[in-house]
């Protein structure tokens, strides 16, 4: 098992302890990424790009096969993979919280023991025993098993219950994304909008919020991809059956309609972060070029809704982080576990331009002083 070092705590980037962590990762050449967040989450599509150009650009390394929770197939795995690495998506989904997930992770990890097995930077949440005893089961069974984990508290928690595994502390993958963000996203802020970014799912703490007043320039939301048509889990595209009826009608439709024509202001810097030369490398050498693509154009959406705000008040971890990527003044506040402050506490986030906020009354005070400052 890794210690926890005091290292790992500096004011360093945040990138840069990201890569010493992950350079405990043993040479390989090829491997699987397995567990697309085929899903309108737009955080989970930030660590999934964050790890493709990790592998893919940081490590040189052929990625041979990528599915979602649906798509799995052994057969295909070993077929493409042999008994190279297979990396597991990072997030904040390991425990019960979200059961598909962890179900699915323990099926790959049960059924590959002749692997290497790597689960990216990962917040643990387990509330009922039962389910913490059959991960314990799998988990210690395997005898290849790293387990990154985004804090403290997470960290501290499988050493104990996966003293099998190796485990070590690292940030989220999306900090592999921070050069891209800060080159292309820093200089189109234009810090006018205050904003509350809030969600409305398992990890929701309920937390108290302001009321919109209609003379100020205070907006609440949650990601906009929540807003997009979507069919299923595990479909090729997100659209109606009506818009795959003709080849490239889905990306039409997706594009210029749901991202394009509704935002018509962001049109032209959608289209060069598109075709922008430094994730064309990336994009070439994935094995499934529409996941690659879909979860890139949620990226500039993401990105571009955190890039507009002068003031960011969020309960969502991928949305306080972008703002800290790109120097936008913000505020994190609880979600239903322990995983926002845990992190908040473990990487010194303070010293990013950032705060976090842990009573209703601090989110109140907060609010209201920096609306007088506006």
């Not at 889905?250 to 994730?279: N, T």
């Not at 949620?298 to 969020?314: K, N």
Request: aromatic share 12%; with cysteine.
């Amino acid at each position: 098992m890794e210690s926890v070092e005091a290292k790992h705590l500096s004011d360093l980037p945040l990138e840069t302890q990201l890569l010493e962590a992950l350079s405990k990762i043993e040479s390989f050449q090829k491997c699987a990424l397995l567990d697309y967040p085929d899903h309108l989450n737009s955080g989970d599509h930030l660590i999934w790009l964050g790890t493709c150009f990790y592998l893919i650009e940081t490590r040189k390394a052929q990625v041979t096969y990528t599915c979602s929770l649906v798509d799995f197939n052994q057969s295909e795995l070993k077929e493409k993979n042999g008994n190279a690495p297979i990396f597991l998506q990072g997030g904040g989904n390991l425990g019960d919280i979200w059961p598909d997930s962890q179900k699915f992770r323990e099926k790959v990890i049960a059924g590959n023991h002749d692997c290497p097995i790597y689960i990216m930077p990962q917040s643990i949440q387990f509330s009922d025993e039962k389910a913490l005893q059959f991960a314990q089961s799998v988990f210690n069974a395997h005898p290849n098993l790293t387990i990154f984990t985004r804090d403290k508290r997470s960290y501290e928690f499988s050493c104990q219950y996966f003293p099998k595994a190796q485990s070590i502390m690292a940030p989220d993958m999306v900090f592999m994304l921070a050069p891209i963000l800060q080159m292309f996203f820093k200089k189109k802020t234009n810090g006018k909008k205050v904003k509350w970014l809030i969600r409305n799912d398992l990890e929701s703490s309920k937390a108290a919020k302001p009321s919109a007043n209609a003379d100020s320039n205070f907006v609440i939301e949650d990601w906009e991809t929540y807003s997009w048509i979507y069919d299923g889990r595990g479909k090729a595209a997100e659209l109606p059956k009506i818009y795959k009826k003709l080849p490239g009608s889905d990306f039409v439709a997706r594009e210029l309609w749901q991202r394009g024509l509704s935002k018509p202001q962001r049109l032209p810097g959608r289209i060069k972060w598109r075709y922008l030369k430094r994730f064309a490398p990336v994009f070439e050498a994935t094995p499934n070029r529409n996941q690659m693509l879909f979860s890139w154009m949620i990226a500039f959406d993401a990105a571009h809704q955190i890039a507009e705000c002068r003031l960011l008040i969020t309960d969502r971890l991928h949305a306080h982080l972008t703002a800290c990527i790109l120097g936008v003044r913000n505020a994190l506040i609880a979600n239903s576990y322990h995983k926002n402050e845990q992190f908040f506490q473990t990487w010194n986030m303070q010293l990013r331009n950032s705060q976090f906020l842990t009573t209703e009354e601090e989110v109140a005070q907060f609010s209201m002083q920096n609306e007088a400052c506006n």
